[in-house]
Nanobody
Framework: QVQLVESGGGLVQPGDSLRPACTVS???????MYWFRQAPGKGLEWVST????????RYVDSVKGRFTISRDNAKNTLYLQMSGLKSEDTAMYYC????????RGQGTQVTVSS
């Protein structure tokens, strides 16, 4: 059974950092992986992509220079280091094993508020 379990979200102030993680099971963790987010009242937005060995990463323009995607294949875990958080980063964050985000976990909530 394919499972993706996100954790590590929280309530932080603008400028703070968080590092959500996603632990996967039930499939070979040797493919491209993705982070998505969905803000209240908005659609699912792609955030970042990482190649199987972590040598290629991509980001939506709004998070470039602030977020870093990484993975630990030995632990079947995906990470998203988030720094310089802004109120507009407030969203439910999901990891996904497909580029459309249809195969994603339950999400972890990130709220940025003063």
């Amino acid at each position: 059974q394919v499972q993706l379990v996100e954790s590590g979200g929280g309530l932080v102030q603008p400028g703070d950092s968080l590092r959500p993680a996603c632990t996967v099971s039930g499939f070979t963790f040797s493919n491209w992986m993705y982070w998505f987010r969905q803000a209240p009242g908005k659609g699912l937005e792609w955030v970042s992509t990482i190649s199987p060995r972590g040598t290629i990463t991509r980001y939506v323009d709004s998070v470039k220079g602030r977020f870093t995607i990484s993975r630990d294949n030995a632990k079947n875990t995906l990470y998203l280091q988030m720094s310089g958080l802004k109120s507009e980063d407030t969203a439910m964050y999901y990891c996904a094993k497909d580029k459309d985000g249809s195969e994603r976990g339950q999400g972890t909530q990130v709220t940025v508020s003063s």
